[in-house]
């Protein structure tokens, strides 16, 4: 249980900072990831 939850934060986790990323620069966070 303990590792999904793990998976289903850090997914949430990345996609807010994504979204963060996105609103400062599209192209560079592509090369991030």
Known sequence: MTL???RVILLNVA???LKKQAHS????NQKNI
């Open 4 to 6: 999904i939850l793990d």
């Open 15 to 17: 996609d807010a900072l």
């Open 25 to 28: 620069g599209g192209e560079i």
